[in-house]
């Protein structure tokens, strides 16, 4: 994204959300990345940390935003501490109430909810369970080996998107990739399928989720390659190629 240099100064970012009645605005740092979703929200601030706010407690407890705060909501941005201090370039959440995040490695972390294996670290949650600190993401053993670490974790990537109950991530050399929801949920408005792409259909009425990232292919069965974006909704996916 192109920015001149009044982008640097303090800048006012308002914030249409479900949980307010009017605008509000949200007073910020300059920032390199911003994406808002269902409930929560997020930015890369200039420092290259990422900052969240919106909804931190379901069901299941408080911890959503991955802050240590035990708040219902966070009106304010929130910083948040990456596990091994790595400096973070892009941070997705989309429609979603998860957090994607790209780091400047070419690694990806994700948390927020879970409960469809939409973070993507090899586990699916409660319903409404969530993950509350950033965790990477695993690749499944289909991926290539130039973009899977020594642990199992994706590498080389470098742009990520959060959907509403998966993610998407796009690779070095063009190649997409997705984990999370593929299937129902739990109710009859989820009753979505094939949101990942990866070639498998589940049966009408079962859940089908992929908490470990895996490629989109085409029709005849290729993984689709040469993606330059992605936007991703509630149970559709597009890519630009």
Same mark, same amino acid.
């Given at each position: 994204?192109?920015?001149?240099?009044?982008?640097?100064?303090?800048?006012?970012?308002?914030?249409?959300?479900?949980?307010?009645?009017?605008?509000?605005?949200?007073?910020?740092?300059?920032?390199?990345?911003?994406?808002?979703?269902?409930?929560?929200?997020?930015?890369?601030?200039? +420092?290259?940390?990422?900052?969240?706010?919106?909804?931190?407690?379901?069901?299941?407890?408080?911890?959503?935003?991955?802050?240590?705060?035990?708040?219902?909501?966070?009106?304010?941005?929130?910083?948040?501490?990456? $596990? *091994?201090?790595?400096?973070?370039?892009?941070?997705?959440? =989309?429609?979603?109430?998860?957090?994607?995040? /790209?780091?400047?490695?070419?690694?990806?972390?994700?948390?927020?909810?879970? +409960?469809?294996?939409?973070?993507?670290?090899?586990?699916?949650?409660?319903?409404?369970?969530?993950?509350?600190?950033?965790?990477?993401?695993?690749?499944?053993?289909?991926?290539?080996?130039?973009?899977? *670490? =020594?642990?199992?974790?994706?590498?080389?990537?470098?742009?990520?998107?959060?959907?509403?109950?998966?993610?998407?991530?796009?690779?070095?050399?063009? *190649? /997409?990739?997705?984990?999370?929801?593929?299937?129902?949920?739990?109710?009859?408005?989820?009753?979505?399928?094939?949101?990942?792409?990866?070639?498998?259909?589940?049966?009408?009425?079962?859940?089908?989720?992929? $908490?470990? =990232?895996?490629?989109?292919?085409?029709?005849?069965?290729?993984?689709?390659?040469?993606?330059?974006?992605?936007?991703?909704?509630?149970?559709?996916?597009?890519?630009?190629?």
């Amino acid at each position: 994204m192109k920015r001149n240099r009044h982008s640097l100064q303090k800048l006012k970012i308002l914030i249409l959300g479900f949980l307010f009645l009017f605008p509000i605005l949200v007073q910020a740092q300059n920032y390199l990345s911003i994406s808002g979703g269902r409930y929560v929200s997020s930015m890369i601030g200039t +420092d290259m940390k990422a900052y969240v706010w919106g909804l931190n407690k379901t069901n299941v407890g408080s911890g959503l935003l991955g802050t240590s705060g035990t708040n219902q909501f966070y009106p304010t941005p929130q910083a948040i501490d990456m $596990p *091994d201090g790595d400096s973070l370039k892009q941070i997705s959440s =989309a429609s979603g109430m998860h957090f994607v995040a /790209l780091d400047k490695n070419g690694k990806v972390w994700a948390w927020g909810l879970n +409960d469809a294996g939409q973070c993507g670290n090899g586990t699916v949650a409660v319903q409404y369970g969530f993950i509350s600190t950033p965790t990477q993401v695993k690749a499944s053993a289909n991926i290539n080996a130039f973009n899977i *670490d =020594a642990h199992g974790y994706l590498i080389h990537v470098k742009a990520v998107y959060a959907g509403s109950v998966n993610s998407f991530a796009i690779l070095e050399n063009g *190649d /997409l990739v997705s984990w999370g929801a593929n299937g129902k949920l739990y109710s009859a408005l989820d009753d979505a399928y094939g949101m990942l792409g990866n070639g498998t259909l589940p049966i009408s009425g079962t859940t089908d989720n992929h $908490p470990e =990232a895996d490629y989109v292919k085409k029709s005849d069965g290729i993984v689709l390659n040469g993606v330059t974006q992605i936007s991703a909704g509630d149970n559709g996916v597009y890519a630009l190629v």
